[in-house]
């Protein structure tokens, strides 16, 4: 059972470089989303896609961009990497069938991204 | 918006011992989770509360969250160190599940 899938899982960038991070879950699930976790400010969503074909920012969006390719795969990209993004970035899926309905979220392992 | 106090920071216990964490939101909690973080790796889902007054258990940890549903507590009876990790509420404010909203977590060691 892979779940949620996100590559890579390490990667050291320098300034100004630009990087994309995959996410791909196999639950069929509608909403995925991203966070980034920071010592002392715990997990901020970036941005999230509620279902195929829509995406909508989140708490920090600013310098990232994302793409909802299809319905298992939501992907991250830094067009201009900056030291402040120095994070371990998550990527999370939940179904999202009824509007009253809570269905947790379940998370990749994360990519640890280091830019110098 | 909705924030998540969680208490204690971080706790060390013998294995064996009982403890407590609490999560208290500012608002009115619609969804309420639990999840856990081994260092260096993903969170795992633990349990989802909605209701006052719920209560749930999953082996030797209980949630509960209270009647007015704005503080969560998570209970780990006879603790092992297997249960060390980082506990982390999240909270969807209003029923969305779009934005969920994390504490900052406990850091849990239990030592042999």
């Known amino acids: 059972n892979a779940g949620v899938t996100q590559t890579p899982k390490f990667q050291v960038l320098k300034t100004g470089q630009s990087m994309t991070l995959q996410c791909a879950q196999d639950m069929n699930h509608n909403s995925m989303y991203w966070y980034r976790q920071d010592p002392g400010m715990g997990l901020r969503l970036i941005y999230y896609s509620a279902s195929e074909g829509t995406t909508d920012k989140g708490e920090v969006p600013n310098g990232y961009n994302v793409s909802r390719l299809n319905k298992r795969e939501f992907s991250l990209r830094l067009e201009s990497a900056a030291p402040s993004q120095t994070s371990v970035y998550f990527c999370?899926?939940?179904?999202?069938?009824?509007?009253?309905?809570?269905?947790?979220?379940?998370f990749g392992d994360g990519t640890r991204l280091s830019i110098l | 918006s909705q924030e998540l106090e969680q208490s204690p920071q971080s706790l060390i216990v013998q294995e064996g011992k009982n403890l407590t964490i609490n999560c208290t939101s500012s608002?009115?909690?619609?969804?309420l989770y639990w999840y856990k973080q081994k260092y260096g790796e993903g969170l795992i889902f633990l349990m989802m509360l909605q209701k006052g007054g719920e209560e749930k258990s999953h082996e030797k940890i209980t949630a509960k969250l209270d009647e007015k549903k704005q503080q969560s507590s998570l209970h780990i009876t006879a603790s092992q160190p297997s249960h060390a990790g980082i506990y982390l509420c999240g909270a969807d404010p209003r029923g969305s599940n779009y934005k969920l909203t994390f504490g900052k977590g406990t850091l849990l060691t239990v030592n042999p």
């Open positions: 608002k009115t909690l619609y969804g």
């Open positions: 999370a899926s939940s179904e999202r069938l009824y509007r009253d309905s809570n269905q947790p979220q379940h």
